[in-house]
């Protein structure tokens, strides 16, 4: 079997992490993820135990938390994997194992153990390759002295420049997207087109990226975050009402506004299950989807919070829940609210 065509990357360190119970180590010993990693950037060697807890809790940033928008090439991705080699062998204890990934690591991966770590190490190998940082420095140093200041003024005002952009933070925009008008039908396509025509006005302004509110299902929710996660731009986002109308924008994508690719997102919000919540309740799988949008908007993209002629009438000002689904108040409250909360916060 060739792991190179068999196998993602992805999916091997995320099954790997994830054997190990990340939240019954902590709950059980108190352990910090923050000071783990601060301690291994720093080249400092922390225990087996802590070592695979700390890779359970850079998988979780990476794929679901805060680090999801980090490039495949940040230092986050250099330590993750690794950590994915250097415990790749270890074995979990028993009242540490999370049976199902513990299972499929054992039948799927482990059989092949030798091809994937050759695999995943040329990807490590690859990623700490002389960096431009490097490069520049020993370009720096065949300079003489008065150039090398002025290689300096000029760094110290590309950093105050890049200061100022960073600290800027996204906009919560109230978004009116209307589904009839005069009593006449507006397709999902002239929806659409009118989403990312705004997102291509805000772009051209300096925005940093777009992202649309929009209610989805649980599985929807999932599939979102896990395309945008590994760089995706396409969801596969489909069904009626708003469902359709993110379909047609997901194939203009692949039209006139190709320029958009990975600029303009979706932001879900659970308003329904078909199945459940992976063992969770359904007010904590929204507040989560509620503070993934204001994350963004920490980090500089603009919120597009989806309006109708209805909503727009009602208490409920936003276009989220209402249509398949039938929310319950308390978290129609919560979306509601704290919706209301962000756009007065992020103006």
């Known amino acids: 079997m060739n792991a190179n065509s068999q196998f993602k990357e992805h999916e091997i360190t995320t099954c790997c992490a994830l054997r190990f119970d990340g939240y019954k180590y902590r709950q059980e010993t108190g352990f910090d993820p923050k000071l783990a990693f601060d301690k291994l950037f720093l080249g400092e060697e922390v225990g087996e135990l802590d070592g695979l807890a700390a890779m359970f809790f850079l998988q979780r940033e990476l794929c679901k938390w805060g680090l999801v928008y980090e490039t495949e090439d940040s230092k ?45 190490q040329n990807i490590y190998l690859n990623s700490i390759k002389m960096s431009m940082e490097e490069i520049i420095i020993d370009k720096v140093k065949m300079l003489p002295a008065d150039k090398q200041q002025e290689v300096l003024d000029f760094v110290e005002f590309l950093l ?32 659409a087109e009118k989403i990312l025509q705004e997102a291509d006005t805000l772009l051209k302004k300096g925005s940093f990226g777009v992202a649309i509110i929009y209610s989805a299902n649980y599985d929807q929710t999932k599939t979102i975050r896990k395309t945008y996660a590994e760089g995706g731009y396409k969801t596969g986002t489909s069904g009626a009402n708003q469902a359709n109308v993110m379909t047609e924008m997901e194939k203009l994508l692949d039209t006139n506004y190709q320029h958009l690719q990975g600029k303009i997102r979706i932001a879900p919000i659970t308003t329904m299950t078909f199945l459940d919540f992976d063992g969770k309740d359904h007010i904590t799988v929204v507040k989560d989807d509620l503070a993934q949008i204001q994350q963004m ?16 009438k009602s208490k409920n ?7 398949v689904a039938k929310l319950s108040d308390d978290i129609s409250n919560e979306i509601q609210s704290t919706l209301l909360s962000l756009a007065s916060q992020y103006k």
């Open 317 to 323: 000002k936003y276009a989220v829940g209402g249509g």
């Open 160 to 191: 105050a420049k890049i200061q100022n952009s960073m600290s800027k933070k996204g906009k919560f925009i109230d978004f009116y997207l209307p589904y009839s008008q005069d009593g006449n039908h507006i397709s999902a396509k002239s929806q």
């Open 76 to 120: 986050y991705y250099k330590l993750y994997r690794k950590l994915f080699l250097k415990y790749v062998d270890s074995e979990i204890p028993v009242q540490y194992r999370n049976e199902e990934w513990y299972n499929r690591w054992q039948d799927e991966y482990k059989p092949h153990i030798v091809e994937i770590k050759k695999f995943v």
């Open 297 to 312: 908007l920490e980090n500089g993209w603009d919120i597009l919070g989806w309006q109708n002629q209805t909503t727009i």
